[in-house]
């Protein structure tokens, strides 16, 4: 009986303990204001990237930028146009894509989607490409993104389903609120 009770004041004084503190740390972060920034921008998009073979990719996005005291959080939009020589594949004929997406980065992690319609001009087809990486800002990032061909991959001479890019985006002009 001795050791139960003081078992259950233990925890009695162990918990109005916490509770203090709680109260004390509560009341501290109520006092602390968090201060952010968010910049909206017009930017250049410039990828590079690797199936089995390299492409390149340049474009547009509109992408929005939030800075605080925990790091940071962006999103963009995204339209753009890719190259992929027929040099660089075991394909006949360039290959050429125009694509569209979104982005999301919290910290220094990453995700997008996209979708792409690619054609050499005598075969074509349709992409959906989910994507997840590590990046800064959405200024710039390293993405590895599955290829999910709607037409069979007529392009599997040439294009891995798998795709490693990075990409950055610059700024070319800030779009005030």
């Not at 009770?5 to 006092?31: E, G, K, M, P, Y």
């Amino acid at each position: 009986m001795k050791n139960l009770f003081l078992v259950f004041s233990i925890l009695f004084f162990s918990n109005l303990l916490a509770q203090t503190d709680s109260l004390v740390i509560q009341d501290s972060i109520s006092r602390i204001r968090i201060y952010t920034s968010t910049e909206k921008s017009l930017d250049l998009r410039l990828g590079y990237g690797k199936y089995d073979a390299h492409f390149i990719e340049i474009g547009i996005a509109k992408t929005t930028v939030t800075w605080g005291c925990m790091g940071n959080t962006g999103s963009s939009i995204y339209g753009s146009l890719e190259f992929i020589p027929s040099q660089w594949t075991h394909h006949e004929e360039n290959i050429y894509a125009i694509k569209t997406g979104a982005e999301v980065n919290i910290l220094f992690f990453s995700l997008g989607a996209e979708a792409k319609y690619q054609t050499d001009f005598h075969q074509n087809d349709f992409v959906l490409s989910p994507k997840v990486g590590i990046g800064f800002a959405n200024r710039f990032m390293v993405y590895y993104a599955y290829q999910a061909s709607l037409h069979n991959q007529p392009f599997d001479d040439a294009l891995s389903p798998h795709q490693f890019q990075v990409v950055c985006n610059i700024t070319l002009k800030k779009i005030n609120k």
